[in-house]
């Protein structure tokens, strides 16, 4: 390959991956809207009464459309095994911005009662199926479309968009709060992020139609075609499956603790502003986004299973110390450094997951595999994590908590410490190498 061809398919790569992740960071965009602004609709939805329980309710439906999830990540991912990456991730996003307008529009419990909630329950339901089938897609394309040796790089980049979502949904939040009073982010403000939402999924959709479908997928065989995208097939890789759930487990509930129930911990435990902990959020993610590229650029060299383990170890010894310290502090500077430390010991995990899992299945059931075992994993454990969270405050017992998050990880550093190096067994590198033999 002479030097302009190999700056054109460059350019190509770097192309694709920009339409892949920008609709992936839409889709979770979307998502996390959910959750940064649920302090401010909680009570247009439900009842009056106290504020725990209304957060409880919001959290009981953000868990309810984790529960969609294994059910997007099966038709999802079958359909983009048989008719191809491009085409189930331009469906994903279509369905995300219906969830997201649905919200926006949907009248208060005190004008239309019940309704509210049960609008609000299908709108979620509608994004989960979505969320469903675009994890387990984007991870494979990206993984399929980087170039040999920077897979981890490249793939990377769903976590930096995916938390790139977050930051952008808090980005608006901290724009809201500083044009708008509490009355009326309570009161109206709070549709506008989901109107933006919709409206940047819409976007998405035009951009994702001229994207590139992956090489691997268009020269897979006939008669990997057929089985393509079926439980039948996965099930002929039962040991991927399973490492796929210990993969996730613990890595799932940290995530998820340390990025979206962080706020209202920092809010209804520690007493801090909720302007201040947007702004604490804000730049924790910011920084962590930057941490991710770095890691998957040193899984590269030194492989993606020291990582893991690292994660693994240093999650499992520091999660109750870094939340008993923060429990008893006031101090803004203290809160965002012990919620940075957590992030950079599961930045183990974030950076390379994507990978780790792409590179444990063969082409026609790539993206079935990735996120099929994943969302279930992620429905069971990630999802209710929050839900769990906020029940165990309001009984009284908020530091079980702490402990049920370690132990998490620590069933995960177990499978971390059994698996082999994925990058040494990749599917895709073989796959890649037995095409150029042909």
């Known amino acids: 390959m002479n030097q302009s061809s190999e700056h054109a398919n460059k350019r190509r790569i770097t192309g694709n991956i920009f339409k892949g992740s920008v609709g992936n960071l839409i889709e979770w965009y979307d998502w996390y809207v959910y959750s940064a602004f649920a ?40 359909y983009a095994d048989r008719h191809g990456r ?33 609008i609000l329950v299908l ?12 994890y387990g897609t984007s991870a494979t394309y990206l993984s399929e479309m980087a170039s040999s040796g920077r897979r981890g790089f490249y793939s990377s980049f769903q976590y930096v968009t995916l938390v790139a979502g977050q930051l952008l949904a808090l980005g608006v939040q901290i724009v809201l709060q500083q044009t708008l009073s509490e009355s009326d982010m309570m009161s109206w403000g709070w549709r506008i992020p989901f109107v933006i939402g919709a409206m940047g999924a819409l976007a998405v959709l035009w951009l994702r139609r001229t994207m590139d479908e992956s090489e691997q997928f268009s020269n897979m065989g006939s008669k990997s075609r057929e089985n393509a995208g079926t439980i ?4 002929k890789h039962p040991k991927a499956v399973l490492t796929v759930v210990g993969l996730t487990l613990g890595g799932t509930v940290a995530f998820y603790t340390y990025t979206t129930y962080l ?5 209804n435990t520690v007493g801090l502003d909720k302007e201040v902990v947007s702004l604490i959020n804000f730049i924790a993610l910011l920084i962590f986004v930057v941490l991710q590229p770095l890691a998957g650029m040193l899984s590269d060299k030194i492989g993606r299973r020291p990582l893991l383990i690292s994660f693994g170890i240093l999650g499992t010894l520091f999660t109750v110390p870094l939340f008993l310290i923060m429990e008893q502090t006031k101090s803004p500077i203290v809160a965002f450094l012990l919620m940075m430390a957590g992030l950079i010991i599961i930045t183990g995990y974030t950076s390379i997951n994507a990978i780790v ?32 969270a906020l029940w165990l405050k309001s009984s009284g017992v908020e530091t079980f908590f702490y402990f049920y998050v370690a ?29 150029k033999k042909r």
């Open 39 to 78: 302090v401010y609709f909680s009570e247009a939805f439900f009842p009056k009464g106290d504020p725990t329980s209304q957060l409880l309710n919001t959290a009981a439906i953000f868990a309810v459309g984790f529960l969609m999830r294994p059910l997007g990540s099966l038709l999802m991912g079958r």
């Open 86 to 118: 491009r085409a189930a991730l331009t469906l994903s996003i279509t369905v995300m911005a219906g969830g997201s307008l649905i919200i926006a529009l949907t009248p208060s419990y005190a004008t239309i009662g019940v309704m509210a909630p049960a």
């Open 123 to 134: 709108a979620r339901l509608l994004q989960g199926l979505s969320l469903g089938g675009e």
């Open 232 to 235: 039948r097939t996965l099930m």
């Open 263 to 267: 706020q209202k911990y920092m809010v």
């Open 357 to 388: 899992k792409a590179e444990l299945f063969p082409t026609e059931i790539r993206a079935l595999g990735v996120g099929f075992p994943y969302a279930l994993t992620v429905a069971v454990f990630g999802g209710t994590a929050e839900f769990i």
């Open 407 to 435: 132990a998490c990880i620590a069933v995960s550093l177990i499978s971390y410490l059994r698996m082999g190096e994925s990058s040494k067994v990749s599917h895709i590198e073989a796959e890649i190498d037995a095409m």
